[in-house]
């Protein structure tokens, strides 16, 4: 496709649940980044990939938190025992080199856990 | 961690007059952007500047870099209901490549 692709565009759950959210990032893009967006805030970074290793993890709140690009393309972020608290919009971005080059940003999935 | 601090958060204006965005922090960034974000969509770029004292210009937009890369700040002139949206304001830190995102402003342009 032409920009990033996200999916779901939302996601509604039940505390406790998993959720996976998706990623499919501009072809030939060798970075992608995962940012979360809390209502009335900008987004937060959680995790940088290059290629298909995390070349930056630090921004991931606790260890229900993971995400993975198995062929350095298509990448998931999953959240095991969903809080209320991250109820947010998952933002992913793409870019051809790190972030001193354009990140193109997804319309993110809105998260909500019930 | 480096902290963007962005002011006013909220600005509601009527058409046709100017306004000024600001983004400060106490650290250095190498390049600070701009991006623009609708409802429902995400982050757009407007804007990177990388030079301490750089001025950007982007029709009624204005961008400025701080002599010591550290604050920045966006001018609209004679604003417009299209420019309606949240401005954010990114540094991109010296040590990596993540991009370190301010609260945001909120703008609103009452026709």
Known sequence: GAGVS????????EKGKYVELRCDPISGHTALYWY???LGQGPEFLIYFQGTGAA???GLPNDRFFAVRPEGSVSTLKIQRTERGDSAVYLCASSLQGAKNIQYFGAGTRLSVL | TQLLEQSPQFLSIQEGENLTVYCNSSSVFSSLQWYRQEPGEG???LVTVVTGGEVKKL???TFQ????RKDSSLHITAAQPGDTGL???AGVETSGSRLTFGEGTQLTVNP
């Open chain 2, 43 to 45: 982050p757009v770029l």
């Open chain 1, 36 to 38: 979360r967006q809390s």
């Open chain 2, 65 to 68: 870099f701080g002599d010591a």
């Open chain 2, 87 to 89: 401005y954010l304001c």
């Open chain 2, 59 to 61: 029709k009624r937009l």
């Open chain 1, 56 to 58: 930056d993890d630090s």
């Open chain 1, 6 to 13: 996200q999916t779901p565009s939302n996601k509604v759950t």
